[in-house]
């Protein structure tokens, strides 16, 4: 299986703040890197899938970069409804896997 | 709108079995792949099962492999997760989702989520 692992594991950011959290693969996944937003007690909501392309009704202040095995998910500018967790998942090859997950806390 | 809606989940004890159901509307069911995808108290998620539109092709991953069965009713716009001989590490919140639309069997990610049914193992 492919292992995903995200740094940082949590950080406390301000409103307005520039927000960028790391994903890695074990091997290369070309662009198949998806992100997933989760607040507490609700499901994952997708927001960035084959690494870049943003989903429907997503702000533009997230992007998603990177490909092989290094990727980033960027916010531009924190807003109060982005505090959450944020996985990164892998959807290169059977079994999908996730990330352990990046908690975003306001400062 | 796309809907997801989850039911089944409970208190079961270890050995026991349980059925989850996800009834979903707002879109061509048959037109796409569903998963389910699980989450531990506390923990990360972890993908579970998928099925293909049309029944006929299925994968687990190993954790629940020969336990769970997923299965789905076109007709009834839902599909199934028959979870046999439980153990206390299957306890987690357990979320069906969609696939994207695809002309393959599954883009193995995860575009919409129902709200998740909670199935606790415990004696």
């Known amino acids: 299986d492919i292992q995903m692992t995200q740094s940082p594991s949590s950080l406390s950011a301000s409103v307005g703040d520039r927000v960028t959290i790391t994903c890695r693969a074990s091997?290369?996944?070309?662009?198949?890197l998806n992100w997933y937003q989760q607040k507490p007690g609700k499901a994952p909501k997708l927001l960035i899938y084959?690494?870049?392309s943003l989903q429907s009704g997503v702000p533009s202040r997230f992007s998603g970069s990177g490909s092989g095995t290094d990727f980033t998910l960027t916010v531009s500018s924190l807003q109060p409804e982005d505090f959450a967790t944020y996985y990164c998942?892998?959807?290169?090859?059977?079994?999908?896997?996730f990330g352990p997950g990046t908690k975003v806390e306001i400062k | 709108q796309v809907q997801l809606v989850e039911s089944g989940g409970g208190v079961v004890q270890p050995g026991r079995s349980l059925r989850l159901s996800c009834a979903a509307s707002?879109?061509?069911?048959?037109?796409?792949?569903m998963h389910w995808v699980r989450q531990a108290p506390g923990k990360g998620l972890e993908w579970v099962a998928v099925?293909?539109?049309?029944?006929?092709?299925?994968h687990y991953a190993d954790s629940v492999k020969g336990r769970f069965t997923i299965s789905r009713d076109n007709s009834k716009n839902t599909v199934y997760l028959q979870m046999n001989s439980l153990r206390a590490e299957d306890t987690a919140v357990y979320f069906c989702?969609?696939?994207?639309?695809?002309?393959?069997?599954?883009?193995?990610?995860?575009?919409?989520w129902g709200q998740g049914t909670l199935v606790t193992v415990s004696s």
């Open positions: 989702a969609r696939d994207p639309p695809t002309t393959v069997v599954t883009e193995w990610y995860f575009e919409h």
């Open positions: 707002g879109f061509t069911f048959s037109d796409y792949a």
């Open positions: 099925i293909s539109f049309d029944g006929s092709t299925k």
């Open positions: 091997q290369t996944i070309s662009r198949y």
């Open positions: 084959a690494a870049s």
């Open positions: 998942q892998q959807s290169y090859s059977y079994p999908p896997t």
